[in-house]
Nanobody, 127 residues
Framework: QVQLVESGGGLVQAGGSLRLSCAASGRTSSTYWMAWFRQAPGKEREFVATISWNSDKLFYQDSVKGRFSISRDNAKNTVYLQMNSLKPEDTAVYYC????????????????????WGQGTQVTVSS
C-alpha cells in the first residue's frame, strides 16, 4: 500500500504561481511513475504531468507545457508540481497518483494506469 498526501493548493490570482507537493509513504517502491491529474467541476479527471523514478521521462498535457514543471525528490518520497502563469481554467482539484510498473500497455496519461491516489488539493485561480 502507498499513501499519498497532497498539499500546497489555495486561491491565487491569474498570472500567479503555486507549488503543489505530494508526499508518499508506505510501500514507496511502488512509485516508479508519479503523476498529477486534475478534475474541474462537471468534468472528467484529466492528466496534467507525470515523471519517472529517475526523472529521465517527463510528460505534460499540452495546455500546461511551459507553465508547469513536475519534479521529484526520492530521498523525501515527494513529487512537486510548480505551477506558473496560472489561468482561471487551471481551477480544479489536483490529485497525485503513483504506479509501480515502468512499462505497461496503458499509457501514463490515463488515470487507469495508476494504482494509488491522494485525496486531492483544491486550486482556485481568480480572474
Amino acid at each position: 500500500q502507498v499513501q499519498l498526501v497532497e498539499s500546497g493548493g489555495g486561491l491565487v490570482q491569474a498570472g500567479g504561481s503555486l507549488r503543489l507537493s505530494c508526499a508518499a509513504s508506505g510501500r514507496t517502491s511502488s512509485t516508479y511513475w508519479m503523476a498529477w491529474f486534475r478534475q474541474a467541476p462537471g468534468k472528467e479527471r484529466e492528466f496534467v504531468a507525470t515523471i519517472s523514478w529517475n526523472s529521465d521521462k517527463l510528460f505534460y498535457q499540452d495546455s500546461v507545457k511551459g507553465r508547469f514543471s513536475i519534479s521529484r525528490d526520492n530521498a523525501k518520497n515527494t513529487v512537486y508540481l510548480q505551477m506558473n502563469s496560472l489561468k482561471p481554467e487551471d481551477t480544479a482539484v489536483y490529485y497525485c497518483a503513483s504506479d509501480s510498473a515502468p512499462y505497461d500497455k496503458t499509457s501514463v496519461i490515463y488515470p487507469s494506469r495508476y494504482d494509488y491516489w491522494g485525496q486531492g488539493t483544491q486550486v482556485t485561480v481568480s480572474s
